[in-house]
C-alpha cells in the first residue's frame, strides 16, 4: 500500500496482504451492502481485522522487509525510491521510482517523470556482463568491473 506524498519521497508501508484478504472476502460473502457492513464491523468488534492488519504490519512485512519475498505471493517486494536519489544519478524530472527485484539475475525499475509520461528501466546479468533495457530495447552492455569502477568513482 503507498501512502500519497510529495514527490521528493515515497512510502511504502507493504502489501497488508491479510488484512486485503479479508476486505476481499467481505466483498464476496455478500451482495447486500448492509451485509456486508455488519460483517465489517463484527470483524472490527471481534477483532479479527485488527489483528489481522497486526500481523501483516508486524511478521508479514517484517519478512518480507528481510528475506526479500512475500511468503504469500512468493514475489520480491517493490523498493521505492526518493526521486532526489535518481536526480543525484543523473535522471531528472522524476516524479516516482520503484524497483523490482524478478529472480537473481533481473532488476526493472519503473520511472514515472513529472511530466507523466512513464519508462521501464531493466538490468539483466549475464555470466560477467549485465544488458541494460530501456521500454524493452537494449541500451548497454557493461561487465561487472565497469560497474564496480564506476560505482567507486561516484562515491569519490
Given at each position: 500500500m503507498e501512502l500519497p506524498c510529495n514527490s521528493s519521497k515515497i512510502i511504502n508501508i507493504?502489501?497488508?496482504?491479510?488484512?486485503?484478504?479479508?476486505?476481499?472476502?467481505?466483498?464476496?460473502?455478500?451482495?447486500?451492502?448492509?451485509?456486508?457492513?455488519?460483517?465489517?464491523?463484527?470483524?472490527?468488534?471481534l477483532g479479527v481485522?485488527?489483528?489481522?492488519?497486526?500481523?501483516?504490519?508486524?511478521?508479514?512485512n517484517a519478512i518480507e522487509f528481510w528475506t526479500g519475498t512475500n511468503p504469500y505471493?512468493?514475489?520480491?517486494p517493490v523498493v521505492d525510491m526518493a526521486a532526489a536519489e535518481l536526480e543525484n544519478a543523473g535522471v531528472k524530472n522524476v516524479a516516482q521510482a520503484k524497483i523490482r527485484f524478478d529472480g537473481n539475475d533481473t532488476v526493472k525499475m519503473?520511472?514515472?517523470?513529472?511530466?507523466?509520461?512513464?519508462?521501464?528501466?531493466?538490468?539483466?546479468?549475464?555470466?560477467?556482463?549485465?544488458?541494460?533495457?530501456?521500454?524493452?530495447?537494449?541500451?548497454?552492455?557493461?561487465?561487472?568491473?565497469?560497474?564496480v569502477a564506476y560505482s567507486q568513482q561516484r562515491k569519490s
Open positions: 507493504g502489501k497488508l496482504f491479510r488484512a486485503y484478504s479479508l476486505t476481499k472476502w467481505n466483498m464476496e460473502v455478500t451482495k447486500d451492502r448492509w451485509g456486508r457492513e455488519g460483517i465489517f464491523l463484527g470483524l472490527h468488534l481485522s485488527p489483528i489481522a492488519a497486526l500481523v501483516d504490519l508486524v511478521g508479514i505471493t512468493g514475489k520480491s519503473e520511472v514515472i517523470y513529472n511530466d507523466g509520461h512513464e519508462e521501464m528501466i531493466s538490468a539483466i546479468r549475464k555470466e560477467n556482463t549485465f544488458d541494460f533495457y530501456q521500454d524493452g530495447n537494449l541500451i548497454g552492455t557493461v561487465t561487472k568491473e565497469e560497474l
